[in-house]
Antibody
Framework: QVQVVESGGGVVQPGGSLRLSCAAS????????MHWVRQAPGKGLEWVAF????????YYGDSVKGRFTISRDDSKNTVFLQMNSLRGEDTAVYYC???????????????WGQGTLVTVSS | DIQMTQSPSSLSASVGDRVTITCRAS??????LVWFQQTPGKAPKPLIY???SLQSGVPSRFSGSGFGTDFTLTISSLQPEDFATYYC?????????FGGGTKVEIK
């Protein structure tokens, strides 16, 4: 069955960088876009980024544009989120998720991982 | 950006009650709306996509309706496992945006 597993979270100082990874299995990774969604402690959901199948097109939320970069390595069935210039408000659980539709330009996060916690604090 | 406004932000209900949650988009999104359910400590899971299509495996007591800017999630008979937070999200255009959530609590 579909499985996505996030890793790479931790504590980082303001202004620092962190790279999250998401390993996927149970589906034809190459054919699907992948999302990152985050949730600050006790708060609602915020969509962060999406990368299309093939990696040609990428989209970002307003609050992370210019600071975060999504990428993928289809040979390793893995998607990444490079996070630079981190701020306190980036503290959240970061979820990786598969898009439900093959070859789409992005719908919604369908199959989610368990999340990885990123804490930005001095 | 399209703003998604959910109401109410929380509600109290009893097992067996009919529950309705609304979601309003700041611009028309046709039917590009999904509803999620999230229980504490767990990842969200999609319930309804395309405003009214039931995700595979989701009980039929859940239903969705609406088009354009106004949408509704209905739980016909609330069950104990339905006490959770519900979110709507539009996927008509980027950036994708979520509503603020509706917490359904036990009365």
């Amino acid at each position: 069955q579909v499985q996505v597993v996030e890793s790479g979270g931790g504590v980082v100082q303001p202004g620092g960088s962190l790279r999250l990874s998401c390993a996927a299995s149970g589906f034809t990774f190459n054919n699907f876009g992948m999302h990152w969604v985050r949730q600050a402690p006790g708060k609602g959901l915020e969509w962060v980024a999406f990368i299309e199948y093939g990696g040609s097109n990428k989209y970002y939320g307003d609050s992370v544009k210019g600071r975060f970069t999504i990428s993928r390595d289809d040979s390793k069935n893995t998607v990444f989120l490079q996070m630079n210039s981190l701020r306190g408000e980036d503290t959240a659980v970061y979820y990786c998720a598969k898009d439900p539709q093959e070859y789409s330009s992005g719908w919604y996060a369908d199959s989610w991982g368990q999340g990885t916690l990123v804490t930005v604090s001095s | 950006d399209i703003q998604m406004t959910q109401s109410p932000s929380s509600l109290s209900a009893s097992v067996g009650d009919r529950v309705t949650i609304t979601c309003r988009a700041s611009h028309g999104i046709t039917s590009y709306l999904v509803w999620f359910q999230q229980t504490p400590g767990k990842a969200p899971k999609p319930l309804i996509y395309g405003a009214s299509s039931l995700q595979s495996g989701v009980p039929s007591r859940f239903s969705g309706s609406g088009f354009g800017t106004d949408f509704t999630l209905t739980i016909s008979s609330l069950q104990p496992e339905d006490f959770a937070t519900y979110y709507c999200q539009q996927y008509n255009s980027y950036p994708l945006t979520f509503g603020g959530g509706t917490k359904v609590e036990i009365k």
